[in-house]
T-cell receptor
């Protein structure tokens, strides 16, 4: 069974601070997705990374896929209250690409 | 542009009762799936389907049944509800190719007393 561990589980910061969320596994994934979930709603895809070492930017969010495709990070610069939510990473595997393994999530609260 | 629609939004059951959670998508996605979300445990796959007439078990299938008679619909049946099935249930769909994003419904919050 492939496992994805996310850290930290909870993060509460002040508006304007920077933060990094980590997603780690001992397994290799063919792709890694990041989702954000707000209360009462389903997760919404932020980004997909597929190449080892790949870096993608989405405004103030920077996503990186590890060289060995076993880990990923999400860095937020100058966090805003609108960034508050549950961030989930999900790994996909070749041969079982339609199934995703989800991490346990990082609950981010950005205080004004 | 409805996307993935789940009903009901909330449900309370007594132990032993059965019910069906409905899920419909209008994006012509081949792949559909059901997850449950519990605090601190992320999303766990219950059942999934890669097309009409084809279903398979995920990580936590016990106590749940599914069927896929059409591309659009993928209902989840609880056969005999137990308190351990208290959770938030999400239906999701995608085109099914590697790396394709999952589109989620807004969930059904189920409480079993």
């Amino acid at each position: 069974t492939q496992l994805l561990e996310q850290s930290p589980q909870f993060l509460s910061i002040q508006e304007g601070e920077n933060l990094t969320v980590y997603c780690n596994s001992s397994s290799v994934f063919s792709s890694l997705q990041w989702y954000r979930q707000e209360p009462g709603e389903g997760p919404v895809l932020l980004v997909t990374v597929v190449t080892g070492g790949e870096v993608k930017k989405l405004k103030r969010l920077t996503f990186q896929f590890g060289d060995a495709r076993k880990d990923s990070s999400l860095h937020i610069t100058a966090a805003q209250p609108g960034d508050t939510g549950l961030y989930l990473c999900a790994g996909g595997s070749t041969g079982s690409a339609r199934q995703l393994t989800f991490g346990s999530g990082t609950q981010l609260t950005v205080l004004p | 542009n409805a996307g993935v629609t789940q009903t009901p939004k909330f449900q309370v059951l007594k132990t032993g009762q059965s019910m069906t959670l409905q899920c419909a998508q209008d994006m012509n996605h081949e792949y559909m799936s059901w997850y449950r979300q519990d605090p601190g445990m992320g999303l766990r796959l219950i059942h999934y389907s890669v097309g009409a007439g084809i279903t398979d078990q995920g990580e936590v299938p016990n106590g749940y049944n599914v069927s896929r008679s059409t591309t659009e619909d993928f209902p989840l049946r609880l056969l005999s509800a137990a308190p351990s099935q208290t959770s938030v249930y999400f239906c999701a769909s995608s085109y099914g190719f590697a790396g394709s994003p999952l589109h989620f419904g807004n969930g059904t919050r189920l409480t079993v007393t």
